[in-house]
Nanobody
Framework: QVQLVESGGGLVQAGDSLRLSCIASGRTFSIAAMGWFRQAPGKEREFVSA????????YYTAPGEGRFTISRDIAKNTMYLQMNSLKPEDTAVYYC?????????????????????WGQGTQVTVSS
C-alpha cells in the first residue's frame, strides 16, 4: 500500500506562484512514476505532469509547459510541482498520483487509469 498526502494549494492572484508537495509513505519502493492531475468544476480530470521515480524523466502537457516544473526528492519520498505565472485557467483541484506499472516512456503515464494510488486533492484558486 502507498499513501499520498498533498499540500500547498491556496488562493492566489494571477501571475503568482505556488509549490505543491506530495509526500508518499508505505511501500514507496514499489513506485515507478508519480504524476499530477487537476480537475475543474464540471470538467474531466486532466493530466498535468509526470516524473519517473528512478530516472527522473519528466513529461508536461501544453498548459503547464514553460510555467510548471515537476521534481522529486527520493530521500524524502516527496514529489513537487512548482507552478509559476499562474492563470485563472489553472484553477482546479490538484491530485497527486503514484503508478506501480513500469513503462519505458514517461509519456505513457498520462492517463488516470495508469495510476494506482491517489491523494485527496488540494485546491488551487487563481483570481484575475
Amino acid at each position: 500500500q502507498v499513501q499520498l498526502v498533498e499540500s500547498g494549494g491556496g488562493l492566489v492572484q494571477a501571475g503568482d506562484s505556488l509549490r505543491l508537495s506530495c509526500i508518499a509513505s508505505g511501500r514507496t519502493f514499489s513506485i515507478a512514476a508519480m504524476g499530477w492531475f487537476r480537475q475543474a468544476p464540471g470538467k474531466e480530470r486532466e493530466f498535468v505532469s509526470a516524473i519517473k521515480w528512478s530516472g527522473g524523466s519528466t513529461y508536461y502537457t501544453a498548459p503547464g509547459e514553460g510555467r510548471f516544473t515537476i521534481s522529486r526528492d527520493i530521500a524524502k519520498n516527496t514529489m513537487y510541482l512548482q507552478m509559476n505565472s499562474l492563470k485563472p485557467e489553472d484553477t482546479a483541484v490538484y491530485y497527486c498520483a503514484a503508478a506501480l506499472r513500469s513503462y519505458y516512456s514517461i509519456t505513457s503515464y498520462s492517463a488516470a487509469n495508469d495510476y494506482d494510488y491517489w491523494g485527496q486533492g488540494t485546491q488551487v484558486t487563481v483570481s484575475s
